[in-house]
C-alpha cells in the first residue's frame, strides 16, 4: 500500500524565515503533487513534479523531487503571512488516484 | 472552463435518510475521483472512475456508499442510509491522464 508521509504536520514560523517541509513515499512513483488548502476551501494545485531532479518555483515557494529517495520537499523563502494555509503532497496511486499526506498546517507569524 | 462543479454545497439531514452528492467534472477530462475530508481521517479516496468506469471503489467504507458516472460529464455519490459519522466534506476531482488533479469545492455533509 503506497503510503505518503509528511513532517513536520504543524509548523509555526515568523515573517523572513525559511523552512522546508518533507514529504516521503513509500513505493516507486516518478510523479508528486502539491496543493494548498486554506480553511474551509478546496484544494489548489501548486506544483506537479512529473519526473527525477524536477524543480518547480512559484514566488516564495519551490518544489522538488528526488525519485530514487522517494522525496519531495517544498521549500518556503521568506514567509509571509498570505502563506499560512494548509500543504498536501500527494503521489499517484496505482498510477491513476492521488494518495495524499495528511498535510502541513501552516502558520506564518508577524 | 468553469472548473469542476459540485452540488449541493451544503447538505444537512438527519440519519437514515438517504444523500446524493453530485459532480460534473471539467470537459475532457477522463478520470474522476471522490474524496471524503475529515480531522480524523484526513483526505481519503473513495471510487475513482476511469472513462466513466469505476476502477477501484476499495475506498467506499461500506454498502451504503454506492458511486455512479454514467457519462463523462457527470458523476454521483450516493450513500443510503445515512448516520452521523458520514459527517464530512467530499470533494470531486477530475484530470487529464493524471497530469494534475483540480477538485471541486466540496459538499460538506452534516447527518445528525
Known amino acids: 500500500e503506497l503510503k505518503v508521509e509528511q513532517n513536520p504536520l504543524f509548523l509555526s514560523m515568523q515573517e523572513g524565515k525559511n523552512y522546508t517541509i518533507y514529504c516521503n513515499y513509500s513505493?516507486?512513483?516518478?510523479?508528486l503533487y502539491w496543493y494548498r488548502q486554506d480553511p474551509g476551501k478546496s484544494l489548489e494545485s501548486l506544483f506537479v513534479?512529473?519526473?527525477?531532479?524536477a524543480v518547480k518555483q512559484e514566488g516564495r515557494l519551490m518544489a522538488s523531487l528526488d525519485t530514487k529517495a522517494r522525496l519531495s520537499t517544498l521549500h518556503i523563502t521568506a514567509a509571509v503571512h498570505d502563506l499560512s494555509a494548509t500543504y498536501f503532497c500527494?503521489?499517484?496511486?496505482?498510477?491513476?488516484?492521488?494518495?495524499f499526506g495528511k498535510g502541513t498546517s501552516l502558520l506564518v507569524t508577524p | 472552463d468553469a472548473g469542476v462543479i459540485q452540488s449541493p454545497r451544503h447538505e444537512v439531514t438527519e440519519m437514515g435518510q438517504e444523500v446524493t452528492l453530485r459532480c460534473k467534472p471539467i470537459?475532457?477530462?477522463?478520470?474522476l475521483f471522490w474524496y471524503r475530508q475529515t480531522m480524523m481521517r484526513g483526505l481519503e479516496l473513495l471510487i475513482y472512475?476511469?472513462?466513466?468506469?469505476?476502477?477501484?471503489d476499495s475506498g467506499m467504507p461500506e454498502d451504503r456508499f454506492s458511486a455512479k458516472m454514467p457519462n463523462a460529464s457527470f458523476s454521483t455519490l450516493k450513500i443510503q442510509p445515512s448516520e452521523p459519522r458520514d459527517s464530512a466534506v467530499y470533494f470531486c476531482?477530475?484530470?487529464?491522464?493524471?497530469?494534475?488533479?483540480?477538485f471541486g469545492q466540496g459538499t460538506r455533509l452534516t447527518v445528525v
Open positions: 476531482a477530475s484530470t487529464l491522464n493524471l497530469q494534475e488533479a483540480f
Open positions: 513505493t516507486t512513483s516518478d510523479r
Open positions: 513534479l512529473l519526473s527525477n531532479g
Open positions: 500527494a503521489a499517484p496511486l496505482s498510477g491513476y488516484a492521488l494518495n
Open positions: 470537459s475532457g477530462h477522463n478520470s
Open positions: 472512475f476511469n472513462n466513466n468506469v469505476p476502477i477501484d
